[in-house]
């Protein structure tokens, strides 16, 4: 069955091209099905990256299928910058993550291992890519709503394929790991909130929420449980600035009730799950009791070997990659599950406060974005979309291997922020 992944990564692809250098595909309007709307060849190449980032086609014999699907598709949207009418738009933030792109190819010269360096950047590369196609492409608010609501979908049916009894082993490897998957639903969740408050389909959005909220609770994911709180508690701060501290107050106590109450996150949680939310409220709970799957001793071997002496570059890219993926350390594990050490140990200070700058400037251009343009809700709603999903994917690389995944996890917020950059140009000029 996993050898049918080639003939969907072959369909897929011809598909991309296809639409890149068409003129077009009439498709029906994502509100009203009687309606139908004409989207130009990248336009619909957009929806159709932007949708399927969840498809992974991991196949057998060796073979990194989804590593070679997402050069693939760096490869066409890099085509797609000359292909769109219009131009990408560079602006602060996207600058930053430029410089931090050029930072840590600068660390595959210094690095032991260029070839799982140049992996790395491929990663990185990818999210940069998609939010400057997006700017260029999308400048309808159709455009918006189609490839947004086609996530959707697509995220629903991974829902289906995961939760359904046998029914995943009919597409053995087509969808990705559900820890990306649950990193993946953080994006879509907040795009559900978004069109709760911006639409009338109140009760269909809130029933979107609820089933995209509950993989991470249900899968025991800790990271992904984290993401989706930061990213509600950003939503809200986006919506009512300082009037949403009560609102992010109450989402934090509802979090410390969760891992208290629910029995399967206090077990993952604590080494001794008879604590009480008691013990907490009065500090007597230890660190020692906190059970962070020895992920911690790693961190900190890691950083002894790679980051200790050279703080401020690092050892180089690709360092940690080639360090566990060429001997059996921490119990076999091939990932550091912290992007953040990882950037430390391979780029040093400098590679983390470049992301962290990016990322907070993101975040705070989203929210200006969203307070300054009162009468536009398409604008306002691409951007607390964007801001509140960058928000929660941004602490998942605390302690996750996101950018191991951004074809399905990265690419979520900053293909949304690409498309509040394409649609702010877009009213900016009508204006």
Request: proline share 4%; glycine share 6%.
């Amino acid at each position: 069955m996993y050898l049918l992944n080639y003939v969907y990564f072959l369909i897929i692809t011809y598909f991309g091209i296809k639409f890149l250098y068409s003129g077009g595909e009439t498709v029906k309007s994502p509100f009203d099905k009687t309606v139908q709307m004409r989207l130009s060849g990248p336009e619909m190449f957009w929806c159709l990256t932007f949708s399927t980032g969840l498809l992974a086609f991991y196949a057998p014999a060796g073979i990194d299928l989804t590593a070679i699907r997402l050069m693939v598709l760096e490869i066409l949207c890099f085509l797609g910058l000359f292909v769109a009418k219009d131009k990408p738009i560079w602006n602060y933030p996207l600058k930053i993550y430029a410089i931090y792109l050029i930072w840590i190819t600068i660390g595959c010269l210094y690095s032991p291992a260029p070839f799982y360096g140049f992996r790395v950047i491929l990663k990185y590369l990818y999210p940069l890519l998609v939010c400057l196609f997006a700017s260029a492409v999308v400048r309808d608010q159709f455009v918006f709503f189609k490839s947004s609501l086609w996530a959707r979908k697509i995220g629903f049916v991974s829902l289906i394929f995961a939760f359904v009894p046998f029914l995943s082993y009919l597409v053995p490897g087509v969808f990705i790991y559900s820890t990306a998957q649950a990193i993946n639903y953080i994006s879509i969740m907040i795009l559900s909130i978004g069109l709760f408050y911006f639409t009338n389909e109140k009760k269909k959005n809130l029933i979107y929420t609820i089933l995209f909220i509950l993989p991470c609770f249900l899968w025991v994911f800790r990271t992904s449980i984290m993401g989706s709180l930061v990213a509600i508690m950003a939503f809200y701060f986006i919506k009512y600035r300082v009037k949403s501290l009560p609102i992010i107050f109450g989402i934090l106590i509802l979090g410390v009730i969760a891992v208290f109450t629910i029995p399967s996150l206090r077990q993952k949680m604590f080494f001794d799950d008879n604590v009480t939310i008691e013990q907490f409220r009065e500090g007597k709970l230890s660190e020692d009791n906190v059970n962070t799957n020895a992920r911690e001793h790693m961190w900190k071997d890691l950083e002894k070997r790679f980051y200790k002496e050279h703080e401020i570059i690092g050892s180089g890219t690709g360092t940690v990659q080639n360090y566990m993926y060429n001997n059996f350390v921490y119990g076999g594990l091939i990932v550091p599950h912290s992007d953040f050490v990882q950037m430390k140990c391979d780029n040093g200070l400098i590679a983390l406060i470049l992301y962290i700058i990016c990322s907070f400037s993101i975040f705070s251009h989203c929210c200006l974005t969203y307070w300054r343009n009162k009468g536009n809700p398409i604008l306002r709603l691409s951007a607390i979309v964007a801001g509140a999903s960058i928000a929660g994917v941004f602490v998942t690389l605390y302690s996750d291997n996101t950018v191991n995944y951004s074809m399905a996890t990265l690419s979520m917020p900053y293909g949304f922020y690409g498309m509040m950059l394409g649609l702010n140009k877009h009213y900016s000029k009508d204006e």
